[in-house]
């Protein structure tokens, strides 16, 4: 049942009176969903599961027609002024072509309003690119190009050949000067050099001529060439400046509240988080959608959550129905100033709470120290976080070298080896460069595995807009490949042992999660898959040769899980 004077205000259908409502709002970068968050997040599935309002096709239909699109979706569980509790809904972007729902909170600025100056501007930036693309694969410009091209080789050739025959003239005056030198008198030498450098001068005078001939024949068709590429260039500085005024002019209209009643724009926001600009898209995830309804129609806000809805898309990892944090690029600078005025659940990663914590170590000579590393314990210090496997090195020796050769995630428990000396640290950081030095990992995945082994190789780089969360990228990414073996089924989990080729930043994390590799997320993989009280994922073996006997060390350790 929903409220009638707010149409965006849904009531809870399912009984919620025994969940007790947080202290503290979510702090949307790191959040485990809060009861009320996640009861609110099941009805907004029922209803996009049975729905006929608008269609989409969210890739969840087999035997649908398409490549289908997931859609992140957010609520924020809300109290009205007659101390109602209920929720509002919001999508990121646009969704079935349209702003306009009735279930979902409107944007910030609907750009996507009948004849809205978005749409007016779009119709031009269109034909701009349409005339660009028009003239960049027009057959005028591939037929001046090959002219010029054909032209040029031939001229060029006919230069080379010129160059190489005055060339060869110029050696044997040479010759000629040093063979006659002490055989002629002073008088009929200069008379030689005279004629030689004459001879010099008709050859340079016939260079020159050859030259500007070339440029003569070669003209039509470069500044025919010219005149094609400053009209395409013209227009793209044309549309370069349209589209960004156009992109101001969005910006302008972009301007939130937060919980203090205050306001501010969007440009500004960036400008005083970090300097920067606002992304394209800024202010079109849900989490500011929902906040700025809320504000603008006096609603208390309680508790918030996002999660995907659909298929994964191709290069990151989104899995049907789980819970995700707000993105970091567009949304920490506006959910920063928002939640400004409520109180917030602290940040966990700032939290230094590793202090008494062990680390334990399992070898130790005057060369290197081999660690078995906690879950959750850094390898080096971080931004805010300073406890790590480096700084407790460090305290007990103060000279150390460079001290870490390699690393393992904050998440990922098991053998680190750290170097106490500069040799040492270079003798084996030049095994890891090499690849010699093999290791194994044990890692208890979130479903069943039905291959028995295999070899994933999906190139990685950081999602620009999601730090530290990768993606794949077959354009820009770093080559990582795993080999896999499967352990064991447990249940519904299954146990693997994963050999890593290379080593990127959450290479098997990724590798497992993502749908061309195993399908199959790391169980309590807070990234990729459904955090849980750890990462199941540990370095159980690592060989290498030692710095200093040379000879071949192999240290083993299970996990505990």
């Known amino acids: 049942m929903e409220t ?116 007016n501007e779009e119709v031009h930036l ?20 090959k002219n010029l091209e054909k032209l040029s080789a031939q001229w060029n050739q006919e230069l080379e050949i ?59 068709e470069s500044v025919k060439l010219e005149q094609l ?34 306001q501010q724009n969007v440009v500004t926001i960036f400008q005083d988080f970090d300097q920067s600009t606002p992304p394209a898209g800024s ?45 970091r690029k567009k949304c920490e600078p506006i959910l920063g100033f928002m939640l400004q005025g409520l109180k917030v659940d602290e940040n966990p990663m700032l939290q230094e709470n590793t202090l008494q914590v062990q680390l334990p170590q399992i070898y130790e000579d005057e060369d290197i120290i081999v660690f078995n590393k906690p879950a959750e314990f850094l390898s080096v210090p971080g931004i805010h976080i ?23 995630d ?19 950081q030049e095994q890891f460069i090499q690849h010699t030095i093999r290791k194994e990992y044990i890692a208890l995945l979130d479903g069943i595995v039905t291959q028995e082994s295999g070899w994933i190789d999906l190139p990685l780089r950081v999602d620009l807009d999601d730090r530290p969360r990768q993606m794949v990228c077959y354009s820009y990414g770093k080559p990582a490949q795993t080999k896999y ?11 693997v042992r994963f050999y890593p080729l290379t080593g990127r930043t959450h290479q098997l994390r990724m590798h497992a999660a993502h749908p061309k590799g195993l399908n199959t997320p790391i169980v309590g993989d807070d990234l990729y898959g459904t955090k849980a009280s750890r990462l199941h994922l540990h370095a159980a073996v690592i060989t290498f040769v030692h710095p200093r006997s040379k000879q071949k060390m192999t240290f083993e350790i299970p996990p505990d899980f």
């Not at 992140?72 to 009205?80: K, P």
């Not at 509240?257 to 205050?262: P, V």
């Open 4 to 119: 009638s004077h707010n149409s965006y205000f849904h009531q809870f259908r399912t009984d919620i009176s025994e969940i007790s409502l947080p202290d503290r709002f979510t702090f949307p970068f790191c959040y485990e969903a809060h009861p009320i968050a996640a009861a609110a997040a099941v009805e907004l599935q029922h209803y996009l599961a049975t729905q006929k309002e608008w269609s989409h096709n969210f890739g969840l239909d087999k035997n649908s027609q398409g490549g289908g699109i997931g859609k992140m979706f957010g609520v924020l569980v809300v109290q009205n002024e007659q101390q109602q509790l209920g929720f509002l809904a919001a999508v990121s972007g646009k969704l079935a072509g349209t702003n306009k729902h009735s279930y979902f909170v409107p944007p910030i600025f609907d750009m996507l309003e009948k004849d809205s100056f978005f749409l």
């Open 126 to 145: 269109n034909a701009l690119n349409r005339t660009i693309e028009s003239l960049e694969g027009s057959e005028e410009l591939e037929l001046t190009k």
């Open 162 to 220: 010129l160059k190489s025959k005055l060339r060869n003239q110029k050696k044997a005056r040479k010759e000629k000067r040093t063979a006659l030198r002490l055989q002629m008198t002073d008088e009929a030498y200069e008379l030689l050099m005279e004629d030689m450098r004459s001879q010099s001068l008709a050859d340079k005078q016939a260079l020159q001529r050859f030259q500007y001939d070339m440029h003569q024949a070669l003209a039509p």
């Open 229 to 262: 590429l400053t009209t395409i260039s013209d227009l793209k500085e044309q549309r370069r400046t349209r589209s960004g005024n156009l992109q101001k002019r969005l910006f302008e209209q972009y301007n939130f509240l937060n919980a203090k009643g205050e």
């Open 283 to 327: 202010g079109e995830c849900a989490a500011p959608k929902l906040l700025q309804y809320a504000y603008s129609h006096r609603l208390t806000p309680i508790a918030m959550a996002e999660f995907w809805w659909g298929c994964s898309p191709s290069s990151e990892i989104r899995r049907h129905k789980n819970f995700y944090p707000a993105c």
């Open 386 to 408: 300073k406890d790590s496997v480096y700084s407790r090195v460090l305290k007990r020796f103060p000279d150390a070298g460079p001290v870490i050769i390699h690393r393992l």
């Open 410 to 428: 904050m998440a990922t428990s098991g053998l680190l080896v750290v170097a106490k000396n500069k040799d040492a640290h270079q003798f084996i």
């Open 485 to 495: 073996q499967k352990i064991a089924v447990e249940g519904n989990k299954t146990r």
